[in-house]
């Protein structure tokens, strides 16, 4: 019975279904309307193109406003008649003339002072003469230097001692060149071998005037011409 009274009133519930509704009355919506911005100026940035105009003109220095350093150019197209210096320090363009200089000053004090320590080439000399006269002296102080006198590799005179005067001999000349060669056998007291040397010919005129300055074996060569 009991069971009969629950399924009857299942049955009448079925039969009238209630239907619920939310009242929105109580709670209206609430739009939210798309943000507009009339004023074009409120609160954005104002960012404009960089102008380029004075990228390319060299003369400008300012682009909107602000300071552009200079360009230098790397390269120099500017004429000039005179060479470029090729010395990056200006003391170093007389560095080789310095240089030779003082070769040059060395080669005088090693050859007046010292003594020139290689043969001695005194120069040539014509004659129309079948002889001539050798002379010679110490042109220096009489400190005891010999010399040895050599006409065409053959010895005319072993052992000449250097006086303060001249001296010397006569020499037959043969058709063309001969050599005369002056050896410096020491350096006597006081260094170099030292000599004034003169060549005449027959009548007495003096054709050759020479001098040297030798170290120890060490020669002095002259050659007389007969034409």
Known sequence: MRHLFFIICLLSLLGNPVVAQIDDSSNPSTIIPAETNNDANSGALDIKPIDSKGLSNPNSNKINGMSVPKTRSTT????????????GNPAEQYKERFERQEKGFEK??????????????????????????????DYGATDGDLIR????????RGQVLLGSRLSGFEMELKEGFNKLDFQALNMG??????????????????????YWALRTGVKATIIVVKE
């Open 149 to 156: 006198i050599i006409a065409d590799d053959v010895v005319l």
């Open 76 to 87: 120099n197209n500017e004429f000039s008649m005179f060479p470029k210096e090729k010395f």
């Open 189 to 210: 007291e006081s260094a170099p071998n030292t000599a004034e040397l003169l060549v005449l010919d027959e009548g007495g005129n003096v054709i050759a005037q020479e």
């Open 108 to 137: 005088v004090i090693e050859g007046e002072v010292l003594g020139d320590t290689e043969d001695q080439y005194l120069g040539d000399f014509k004659t129309n003469g079948k002889k001539i006269t050798i002379a010679y002296r």
